[in-house]
């Protein structure tokens, strides 16, 4: 039914759940799982030689979050006994970077988590999952956090 699966990770426990939810998929339907996890290459505007360095900086804490926040995603999908793929994607829109991602790699499902921000976190922060629910031409299955 699916055959190529893209999972978003962040590194937070719902895109961990998420992955979760991709793993038996992929089990039920023999699917590839790539992780992906989109670095926004510009999240603050500056000027003159300290925004240089602060960019490679960032840009340097940023891949190394990217590529713990996968090797979590691998180790995790390992366990199961499954093989998966694995990129840091470059973009400034995290939504458009998930979205031209799968449409790129031949993806047939997005599977990722929704932290589930309302009021002003959600108007402040916005909406990666509805963002991608709305642009994505593939099914998206959309995990959210647990209630304790």
Do not use: W
Request: glycine share 10%; aromatic share 4%.
């Amino acid at each position: 039914m699916f055959n190529h699966i893209l999972v978003p990770i962040d590194g937070s426990e719902t895109s961990m759940l998420a992955v979760s939810k991709a793993s038996g998929l992929a089990l039920a339907f023999g699917s590839r799982i790539t992780l992906i996890h989109v670095i926004d290459n510009y999240p603050f505007i500056g000027v003159g030689a300290d925004y240089a360095l602060g960019q490679n900086e960032y840009l340097a804490a940023a891949t190394a979050s990217a590529n713990t926040a996968l090797a979590r995603g691998v180790a995790a999908l390992a366990a199961e006994g499954l093989h998966s793929d694995q990129r840091v994607i470059d973009g400034h829109v995290v939504h458009e970077g998930i979205v031209d991602t799968a449409k790129a790699l031949g993806c047939d499902l997005i599977v990722m988590g929704s932290h589930g921000r309302t009021g002003i976190e959600k108007l402040l922060l916005g909406s990666v999952t509805q963002r991608v629910l709305q642009e994505a031409p593939m099914p998206v299955l959309v995990v959210k956090e647990l209630e304790v």
